[in-house]
C-alpha cells in the first residue's frame, strides 16, 4: 500500500446562498485518524465529499500526494475507499456479486475465499453472502459497503458515520477495521458518534 | 495504476446491468409492455387493409419507428436514473472510470434495442402486412440505428439522471436530438421496404452512421464531465 497523504487548505462550500463549510484545512496521513465532529448540518459530509474529489470546494483547495508526487484529481479514486450513507451497493446483486464487481472495476483478481473472508471479518454471516442485497437489514447493507470501501486496501479511506445502523458487535468491527486501517492508510471518519470520537488523532469539529 | 482494462471494466459494468436487469425486468418489461400494447392499438386501428395502397410505404415506415421509439424511451432512460435513485451512482463514481460506466451502460442500452427490434419489427411486419424486399437492408439500419439510439439515450439519460422528473426531461432532451435521425430511419426502412439492393439505403443508412458516429465521439469528451461534475 502506497503513502498517499491529502492536504486540504482553506476549503470553503457554498449551495446557493447557504454557506456549508467555511475555511477548513487539515492533513490525512497515515498513521493518523482524523475525526470530523459536529451537529447535523454542520458540513461533515461536504467536506468528505469534497476530499474524495466528488464535490469541487467553492474556495480552497486538495491535494493528493503520492510520496511527495502530486496526484491529478483523474486519479483520486484509484487510492481511495470511501463509506457513506448516502453510498449503497445493488440491491440485486449478492453481498459476493458486489464485491465481485467492484473487485473486476478496481483490476483486483481476488478469489471467492478471499472476499468471504473479508465479508466474514466484518460479521456478515456466511449464509447471508449469497443472498441478494435487497433482502438485507440496513446492518447488513452497512457491512457490504464497508467492505466495498476497503476491498483495494486503500491507502485512504473516508468514512462518514461508519457505525450507522450496526448494533454493538458491528461498532466493534468498525473499530476494529479502523484500528487495521490507522497502521495502513490516511483515514478520516465523519461522526456524532462520542465513541467513534475518541479515535481520533486528530480532530476537526464543525459548526452549525 | 490500474490493472484493469477499460474493456473488462466495461465488461464488467454490461454484466452488472444485465443480472440486476433479468432479476429485477424493469426496463425489459417497460420496454416490451409499452412496445406491445402501441402495436396492438397501431394494428387493431389501422391493420394492414386501413391504408391506401400509395400511401403504404410512407405510413407503415413512420409508424415502426414511432412504436419503437417510444418504446425504447420508456426504459432507456432508466441506465442512470436508477443509479441516482438507489445511491448507488456515487460507488460507481469512485470505483470504475467514466468511460467504462459510459460503455457498458450503452452497450446494456444496444442489447435492450436488439431485443425491443427482435421481438417487435417481426410481429409488426406480420400484423401491418408489411412485406418488406429489402430485409439484409433493413438489418443493416435496425443495427445502425440502435447504436446511434443508444449512444444518444445513454449520453441523455446521464444529463438529465440528477434533475428531478428525469423522465420528462428525458424525453424533452431527446427528440430534438433523436429527430434528424428518425427522419432517416424512415427513410431508409421505406427505401429498404421497396427494393433488395443496399445502394437503396445508403444514403439514409450513410446518416445514421454519421450522426452516431459523431454522438459516439461527443459522448467520450463530454460524458466524463458529465458524470463527475
Redesign the interface.
Known sequence: MSAVSVEFKGVSKRFGNRSVLAAVSGTLQRGRVLVVAGPNGAGKSTLLNILAGLLRPSRGEVVYRNGDAPLARTHWFEHLGMAAPDMAVYEELSALENLRFFARLRGLHLEDPTLQELLDGLGLPPREHTRTVGTYSSGMRQRVKLAQAILHEPPVLLLDEPSSNLDEAGHGVVADLVARFRELAAVAVATNDPREMTWADARIDLAL | ?????LL??SL??L??EL??EL??RVALNAVGLFGLTTLIAVAYQIGPYRIQEQDRPHLLAALLWVILFFAATSGLSRVFVKEED???A??L????RPL?VFAGKFLFNLILLAALYAFIVPLYCALMGYAVQGVASLALLLACGAVALSATSTMVAAIISRASGSTTLFAILSVPLVLPLLVMLIQGTRAAAGSTTIAAVLPALQGVVSLGGATLVISVYLFPVVW??
Not at chain 2, 1 to 5: K, N, Q, V
Not at chain 2, 93 to 96: K, T
Open positions: 495504476m490500474r490493472a484493469s482494462t473488462s471494466e464488467a459494468v454484466g452488472k443480472t440486476a432479476r429485477s438507489a445511491h448507488t456515487k460507488t463514481r469512485l470505483a470504475a467504462a463527475h461534475d
